[in-house]
């Protein structure tokens, strides 16, 4: 009888059970997959940061003439490019692996259904196995939801993880999708000569993003060769023999495209079908997600639910923190999750990273705010570096000052938002941060001027009236 079973060994599982475990609660975690680390570390978050890193170190070699420094040729080879990605995959997934041992979680291989509050099947090569636990944490992850006119099932159409393991350079390439992953996956492909178009069907890009960044990132990856085509809708997708042909409507105007390869990015659905005994009474809405309360509770006492299958963005470090947190709770211990202040980045060049509140979301409510914004073009690191794009943007509260949300489109934006997440966290406001020594030169500068700007005591920028 073990204490807590997790069932899926994601970045929220993985982390959910070494946590038990560390808590002194016998645990095992159940993977179908042949390596931990779910869909991040496999074929999502970690292989594509890979190549997204090593595609931009091909542009920025391209830009060593702006330093003085020639270099007469110059090219990449993407077979090194996916070897070194796999290394870094494998090193991960190895890793949580070694994880477990040292922290004696108990790992199983297998399919799980869970029978009831206290029992689960696992399969595996044809055979069944009962075990026996007091806990059940949920930890399933995602997948990514198909099209059915482009299914992924006809050759050269490709989903997020297919898309990661392309072995030429397509000449053209569609993707359906202006979301994150999309971006991201146009940007990698694009950055290495890629003719890249994005069908998306809404007519708003990023519509969660601040509404200036989103203008000024649109225009950046135009720049950058992305052909984004807002307010598109596709009606056909069929391979070929030459790839795969995409017809599409845009307004009134039906469009068609030839491509090598089209890759499908239309979001990700949770991991719940056939997940539970038909005699379980957990409660999943229609759209699959199980339904939890604000510690992760599912209708049924025992079972916990975290990451991409509950409420809330898709996002690794969120599953993560829920992950610790029901460990925490199942021991005894009280802890809770700020959910407003859960970052969100794109992982473009530049990066675009923001948490907490947006102006039009604060519009809605009627509330009362005050902005303040910075260039990285008046960064003194930003323009050594040759990162001069983008603008810090901090909003705060009119009549208390504190904080409400950090946007940022830039360099090192993840970083800079995770910073202000740390002063977010302990209820800081503009002044406060503003009144913070920031070391020079840094991007994040960007940040202290922000927060000066919002109450009109920018040094290195013209304050507004």
Known sequence: MFDVVVIGSGPGGYVAAIRASQLGLKTACIEAEPTHGGVCLNSGCIPSKSLLASSQQYIEANKLSDHGINVSTLHFDLSKMMERKNEIVSQLTLGVSSLFKANKVYSVRGLAKVINSKTIEVTHNGKSEIIKTKNIIIATGSSPIDLPIASVSQENIEDSAGALEFESIPSKLAIVGAGII?????????????????IEVEDEFLPKVDKRIGRDVLKTLKTQGLNIS????VIEATSNSKGVKVIYRKKDDLLDIQVDKLIVAIGRKPNTANLFDKDCELVIDENGYILVNDVCETTIDSIFAIG????????????????????ERIAGNNMDLNYDLIPSVIYIHPEVA????????????????????????????????????????????????????VHVFGPSAADIVQQAIIAMNFGSTAEQLGST?????????????????????????????
Not at 230 to 233: A, D, I, N, P, T
Not at 446 to 461: Q, T
């Open 182 to 198: 999309g971006l991201e996956l146009g940007s990698v492909w694009a950055r290495l000569g890629a003719e890249v178009t994005i």
């Open 230 to 233: 807002l307010g598109s809708e």
């Open 308 to 327: 991409d299958v509950v409420r809330g963005p898709m996002l690794a470090h969120k599953a993560s923190e829920e992950g610790i947190m029901v460990a």
């Open 354 to 405: 923001w948490v907490g509140r947006g102006e039009e979301e604060l519009k809605k409510e009627k509330i009362d705010y005050i902005t303040g914004t910075f260039p990285f073009a008046a960064n003194g690191r930003a323009l050594t570096s040759g990162e001069s794009t983008g603008f810090v943007k901090i909003i705060s509260d009119k009549g208390t000052d504190k904080i409400l949300g």
């Open 437 to 465: 020594i920031f070391s020079h030169p840094t991007v994040s500068e960007a940040l202290h001027e922000a927060a000066l700007a919002v109450n009109r005591k920018a040094i290195h920028i013209g304050n507004r009236n």
